[in-house]
């Protein structure tokens, strides 16, 4: 069994930050990639950042320029990713959702999703 807990979502003005956190425990080999998503009401789940194993991060062009390139990042030892937000907008209000892929044999991964966690961005 795997479990995926993500923790640092709440209310923020405009302009301001918060930081995520999201931890993988379980039964599995390995972790390999590590992101976070999320998904506004009324719209389709969208990919925010990504991390891989070893290191190489990738941003959605909706946030690129306004999370720098230390925004995401991960512990390998702990199985934690983080993401650190800044200058945060309205629309950035949405519900984050953490993914894992977890090597669970020499051949095969599986996709694990956390619960999610509300980011509120008043005006």
């Known amino acids: 069994q795997v479990q995926v807990v993500e923790s640092g979502g709440g209310l923020v003005q405009a302009g301001g930050s918060l930081r995520l956190s999201c931890e993988v425990s379980?039964?599995?080999?390995?972790?390999?990639?590590m992101g976070w998503y999320r998904q506004a009401p009324g719209k389709q789940r969208e990919l925010v950042a990504h991390?891989?194993?070893?290191?190489?991060?990738?941003?959605?062009d909706s946030v690129k320029g306004r999370f720098t390139i230390s925004t995401i990042s991960r512990d390998n030892a702990k199985n934690t990713v983080y993401l650190q937000m800044t200058s945060l907008k309205s629309e950035d209000t949405a519900v984050y959702y953490c993914?894992?892929?977890?090597?669970?044999?020499?051949?095969?991964?599986?996709?694990?999703w956390g619960q999610g966690t509300q980011v509120t961005v008043s005006s």
């Open positions: 379980g039964s599995f080999f390995s972790i390999n990639a």
């Open positions: 993914n894992a892929v977890g090597r669970v044999s020499s051949v095969a991964t599986i996709n694990y």
């Open positions: 991390i891989t194993s070893g290191g190489s991060i990738n941003y959605a």
